[in-house]
């Protein structure tokens, strides 16, 4: 047994999630990734369930495995993700040749339950919630770039949004402890990497300490991990309106290296949806926030998740949600169809919209986004940004790549010695998905620049 192939769907936690399992695999069985399945002697699904045709996508994928199993009866097949925790052992009914299941909270027993299916030969299932184990079992490691990184510091969710999974598949909030994180960013900043995103499905939850306001929470997270040295950009993602408090506006102001770009998902702009949705917010009160984040941090782009055609969702609804992307003037954004999702309270609300008037609005919507998005990318030409560079560019290997503090690429002409530095980098052109850059200055500058 030596070769492993993982498939995952989804969430950058989900990705990280699936690096994890690859370590753990490394260090335990010696297995090596390969880029073809057909190669493997353990393959990995690592599934997502936050929208519909979850299930399904992982039974056809599935499908494609069987044969690998049926010639080679010794390849072992797992699925992990949230769909391996939603659905637990049923999954093993629809594909009983499936010898491992395990969920987001059990990936580090990976190596024990390959051990176990190899030794008893019969499949197991292990999908509990058991999140003080994970942290503390799994190593930490750079990202494929080299120069970024993702940590996760808060898994799971207490809002219960009326349309979403997560509270289920992934749980209750928990938060891991500060200085475990401090220890981690540290050893990556040693290995080379200069900005690091900070993890959570609720992440501006964060309460590391005590569980007081103010003690130990992602304000005071940020401040301490801004004084690594060698750090150059801190980011954080996803978050929640509600823990948007004071201060985490302030931090915004406060900490240099913390990147003006936020995502902070509003999901509709009709409070009446909002109500529907169980979100805790207004959009009056998402407005307030965002002037006040603008305030503290002038140059601060948001963007946002946003679902349409919502049980109940009007045109008047629509319309307010389209006013409130006028009105903020989102980043690149994410939005979607409301699908049903097993066990979620919105699956009681019975005044669906019709399919074709999601698909309407998805599209109206998405052309308002992409607009804002390629308005903002032009302004930016002409101007000078800092830019991490993060590694050779995929189209031009002879050629740079970098991101702006607001997460778009850049290319450029320069010396591969550059990776990992954070350059002033003057914007000569937009195209439609990076920009074309050119080095001002070749030493280090800091993410406040002067433009
Ligand atoms: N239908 C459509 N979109 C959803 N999301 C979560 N659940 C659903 C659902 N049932 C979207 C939300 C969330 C993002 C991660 O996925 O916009 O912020
Ligand atoms: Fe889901 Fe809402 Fe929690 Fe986000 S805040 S993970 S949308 S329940």
């Keep these: 047994m030596q070769n492993l192939y993982i498939k995952t769907y ?38 997502c369930s936050i929208r519909e045709k979850a299930e399904d996508k992982v039974f056809t994928q599935l499908g494609f495995w ?3 199993k049926e010639k080679r009866p010794e390849v072992v097949i797992g699925v992990g993700g949230c769909v391996a925790s939603q659905e637990g052992e049923r999954l093993r009914r629809r594909a009983p040749y499936v010898d491992l299941v395990f969920g987001p909270q059990t990936l580090h027993r990976l190596p024990d339950l390959l051990d176990a299916c190899l030794a008893e030969r019969r499949p197991q ?31 799971g969710c207490d809002k219960f ?24 960013v540290r050893v990556l900043v040693n290995q080379g990497v200069s900005e690091v995103t900070l993890l959570g499905q609720n992440v501006n939850a964060y309460r590391g300490a005590t569980g007081l306001v103010g003690e130990g929470d992602l304000a005071d ?32 102001g406060n900490i240099e290296i913390l990147a003006p770009h936020l995502h902070l998902p509003v999901q509709s702009g009709s409070d009446r949806i909002l109500r529907r949705m169980h979100r805790k917010h207004t959009v009056e009160q998402y407005l307030d926030k965002i002037a006040r984040l603008r305030a503290a941090r002038p140059d601060i782009r948001i963007s946002s998740d946003f679902i349409v055609g919502f049980p109940g969702e009007t045109d008047a609804d629509f319309a307010a949600t389209m006013a ?9 954004s994410f939005s979607f169809k409301y699908s049903q999702r097993p066990n979620t309270p919105a699956l009681r609300l019975k005044d669906g919209v019709p399919e074709a008037v999601k698909d309407a609005r998805l599209t109206m919507l998405q052309e308002r986004i992409n607009g804002l998005a390629r308005e903002y990318a032009r302004a930016l030409v002409g101007t000078r940004q800092a830019v991490l560079v993060t590694g050779p560019s995929r189209r031009d290997p002879r050629e740079l790549t970098g991101k702006t503090a607001c997460n778009r690429s850049v290319n450029m ?9 954070m350059l002033e980098v003057e914007i000569v052109a937009a195209l439609p998905n990076s920009l074309r850059g050119r080095v001002a200055h070749s030493t280090a500058v800091s993410q406040r620049l002067a433009i």
């Design 161 to 184: 949004c009326t349309f979403c999974v997560v509270p289920h598949t992934r749980g209750r909030e928990y938060s891991r402890a500060m200085p475990d994180i401090v220890r981690e």
């Design 413 to 421: 002409a320069g010396s591969m010695d550059w990776i990992g530095q």
């Design 125 to 155: 299932v292990d999908i509990a919630f058991p999140m003080l184990e994970k942290f503390d079992r799994l190593p930490q490691r750079p990202g494929r770039d080299g120069a970024t990184a993702f940590v996760t510091v808060q898994e």
């Design 10 to 47: 989804g969430c950058q936690m989900n990705e990280y999630d699936a690096e994890r399992m690859a370590d753990v695999l490394a260090v335990s069985h010696g297995l090596r990734l390969v880029d073809d399945p057909a190669l493997a002697d353990v393959l990995l699904l690592n599934t």
């Design 324 to 332: 409130l992307i006028d009105m903020v003037g989102f980043d690149q």
């Design 66 to 68: 069987r044969p690998f």
């Design 221 to 252: 997270l940020l401040e301490r991990l801004a004084r690594i040295p060698g750090l150059l950009r801190l980011r954080y993602t996803t978050s929640h309106p509600g823990n948007l408090d004071e201060r985490l506006i302030a931090a915004h």
